[in-house]
């Protein structure tokens, strides 16, 4: 059974920092692209960050460009992103991606909240 559980999430004044976390069980991580998304109410789901396998090709959407770092541990099948100077508009639920490299293979997580408020 796949399953990829987020956490770290929660509230936090602007400028603040929080690192979400996904541990990924059921896949061979090693050969997933891992993505973070996010999303708004009434809003599409918004690509935020995205690291390939053995983590040499990071993108990130020009929103959270020097703010925000995605990264992995393939030893522990985690993902994580570093948020730092959050903004009240990057209040979303966050939800973790796995988009296998070779097949349709593709799975999601619960999703975490992440409220940037003072």
């Known amino acids: 059974q796949v399953q990829l559980v987020e956490s770290g999430g929660g509230l936090v004044q602007p400028g603040g920092s929080l690192r979400l976390s996904c541990a990924a069980s059921?896949?061979?991580?090693?050969?997933?692209?891992m993505n973070w998304y996010r999303q708004t109410p009434g809003k599409e789901r918004e690509l935020v960050a995205s690291i390939s396998p053995a983590g040499s090709r990071i993108n990130y959407a020009d929103s959270v460009k020097g703010r925000f770092t995605i990264s992995r541990d393939n030893a522990k099948n985690t993902v994580y992103l570093q948020m730092n100077s959050l903004k009240p508009e990057d209040t979303a639920v966050y939800y973790c991606?796995?988009?296998?490299?070779?097949?349709?293979?593709?799975?999601w997580g619960q999703g975490t909240q992440v409220t940037v408020s003072s």
């Open positions: 059921g896949i061979t991580f090693s050969r997933y692209v």
């Open positions: 991606n796995a988009d296998h490299v070779t097949s349709p293979l593709e799975y």
